[in-house]
């Protein structure tokens, strides 16, 4: 579709096999990130979001993950047809991610510096032939990086336990890893938002001037509308495994199309915003029994007969806004 | 650094429990009915040479200074005489050790390079033959006392198949290798001598492998439980995100984390094993501790029960110690918490 797009995700459906029988949560989902781009993806908890974006990296497990359809094409190759070795050679290099929970993404039982040492050596083998990485060489890195993050006495930092470190520390060191081997793409799945609201504060703008400096792309992840709109060109909604919405982050906030975006907007006190949703009533259902048709319908305020039969396409509502939606169908908007 | 306190008092707490120990089988053994004297000396003995055995070996005397004379006794290395034997308790006991200690090492070693892998075999192929196999043994190693194991080993390997030897340490015809740890596959080894460590090695497999089948079974069981744990962890996945490749991240970043269950029971599958030696050498006419001890246990012989007792007491506290150390040194959680503890 795009044709320098570094993540072109096509109609990507993921299932789980689980105990009760196959849980469909991602239902076609489609999304790009151009080249330095800065993307937003937002949706309640629960809806797919990581999920997405774990099978971008090729890290989902499968099982009990299934592709039953789409496709994810990573700088032009299909993720979920890789080769392995091809698959670990675009790691750090072409793609990388931050994790949502920092205080678990670190392994206990080894040093900060045990695990960026290995992520500077097995990353750098496919980028730079320049000679032997040695030993002085793959630290001076991972303390070059560690000090990027503004991380105090990194040489002590590379000696410690992830245990013997704040969240907001680790939630650095974590940064650090995910840019040491200079990505072309960043994926940052609701970075901070497990620590404290001025620590969050700290690591986003820490992030941006970071990703500003790199001119790489993201595809930030949050349900923080203000940072959204403080921070990307584009956004996506997401609604229980589909984008409902996508388009301009200033004409989604002008003029959201979507009754779901609608709610999210509306239930935002102005700018400010975190919670998500709350305006919103209902939940979230289960995806072992999702929705028919539009899987908005049973909380659509207006919802109409055909709504619970087919799933809405998505349709364009202005040069650079598409909304799956039904309202929309027939020349209206 | 903390963590050493923390190993120190361990070890402190460990010694102070043998004391105990050592008073409450004093008391257990001396208050028993029955007169050791007489039972040694058989029932037609004089009354006069019974009370001067009585007091040579001390019995005459109030219980709490028999007691202080047995221990400072320990500190100079004189555990007192065995009645069945007429030596001293230690010499015997350097005497019967070693084959034990063989045997129960050589059944560890079974733990380790057999529970230990096919734990991450099981854990890698749920459901697969190796995982069934996993269960079965854990199965039986609870199910099947050791010493019905043993007899099962040698009714098939030796009397059906022929291709082990039944009992014993060496062969008759073979010489044993001089003696210098006591354990004959190591002192083979250093004499260089490979007919006497093979056919001691022949001797060995069945008996350890009876003794070691519980623990084979549970260390097994409990790595394929922490290592699929692991394996769910945020971590691994992380680490696969950075594009660590496969193959280190089983050998490294898994099995590092799940090494930590399995060694922190180890302490509890030497103690399972040591007294599943105790029947296992009696099947096997092993000439170890466990026979020696189970003879005093009959006669009444309180020395020996009480060197014996103490001694594996003693075994229990250094594996115990060796576990707390590596532990430690594999999980830095449990060092730093001892570190910024108090
Ligand atoms: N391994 C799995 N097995 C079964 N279901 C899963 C698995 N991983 C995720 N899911 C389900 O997929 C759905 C989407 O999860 P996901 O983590 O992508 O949500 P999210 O949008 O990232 O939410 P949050 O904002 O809370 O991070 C959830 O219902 C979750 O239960
Ligand atoms: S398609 Fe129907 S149910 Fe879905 S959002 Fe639009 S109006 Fe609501
Ligand atoms: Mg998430």
Known sequence: ????????????????????????????????????????????????????????????????????????????????????????????????????????????????????????????????????????????????????????????????????????????????????????????????????????????????SLVKEA??????????????????????????????????????????????????????????????????????????????????????????????????????????????????????? | MRFSYFVLRRWLYSILVLFGLSILIFIIARMLPGDPARLALGPFALQEQVEHLRHVMGMDKPLPLQYWTYITGIFHGDFGLSFQTRRNVALDIAHYLPATVELVLMAIVWVLVLGVPLGVLAARYKDSWVDNLVRVMAFIGVAVPPFVVGLFLQLTFSYLLGILPTTGRLSLMTPAPPLRTGLLLLDSLIEGDFSALGDALKHIILPSFAIAMTGIGQIARLTRASMSDVANQDYIEASRGFGIPNRVIAFKYMLKPASIAPLTILGLTFASELSNAFLVETVFAWPGLAKYGIRAILRKDFNAVMGVVLIIGLAFVIVNLIVDILAGYVDPRIRIKHEEGE
């Open chain 1, 215 to 333: 001119g790489i792309a993201v595809l930030l992840i949050t349900h923080d509308l203000g940072v959204v709109r403080e921070t990307v060109e584009r956004v996506y909604i997401m609604y229980a495994g589909r984008v409902v919405e996508e388009g301009q982050t200033v004409e989604i906030f002008d003029d959201p199309k979507h009754p779901y975006t609608q709610g999210l907007l509306s239930s935002v006190p102005r700018l400010t915003g975190e919670a998500l949703a709350e305006g919103i009533p209902g939940t979230l259902s289960d995806y072992t029994e999702a929705p028919s048709g539009c899987r908005f319908h049973p909380r659509c305020p207006q919802a109409m007969e055909k709504c619970a039969q087919q799933k809405p396409p998505m349709v364009k509502v202005s040069t650079k806004q598409h909304v799956a939606c039904y309202l929309y169908h027939g020349g209206g908007g």
């Open chain 1, 1 to 208: 579709m795009e044709e320098k797009a570094i993540l072109d995700i096509r109609d990507l459906h993921v299932w789980f096999r689980v105990y009760e029988g196959v849980s469909r949560v991602l239902d076609g989902v489609s999304l790009y990130v151009r080249g330095g781009e800065h993307v937003g993806l937002v949706g309640e908890t629960g809806c797919g979001k990581t999920v997405a974006m774990k099978t971008a990296m090729g890290i989902l497990r499968s099982p009990p993950a299934l592709f039953p359809q789409g496709q994810v094409l990573l700088a032009g190759r299909d993720v979920l047809k890789a080769a392995p070795i091809e698959l670990l050679r675009m790691k750090g290099k072409t793609i990388s991610m931050i994790f949502q929970d920092p205080l678990s993404a670190l392994n206990p039982v080894f040093t900060v510096g045990q695990q960026i040492f290995d992520v500077i050596r097995f990353g750098h083998r496919w980028i730079r032939d320049d000679g032997a990485l040695t030993k002085t060489k793959v630290r001076g890195i991972a303390m070059e990086a560690l000090t990027s993050v503004q991380l105090p006495d990194p040489r002590r930092i590379l000696s410690l336990y992830p245990l013997e470190l704040s969240g907001g520390m680790r939630q650095r060191v974590l940064i650090a890893m995910a840019l040491v081997n200079r990505p072309r793409f960043l994926i940052a799945d609701e970075p901070g938002s497990a620590l404290d609201v001025t620590i969050q504060a700290q690591i986003l703008s820490l992030l941006k």
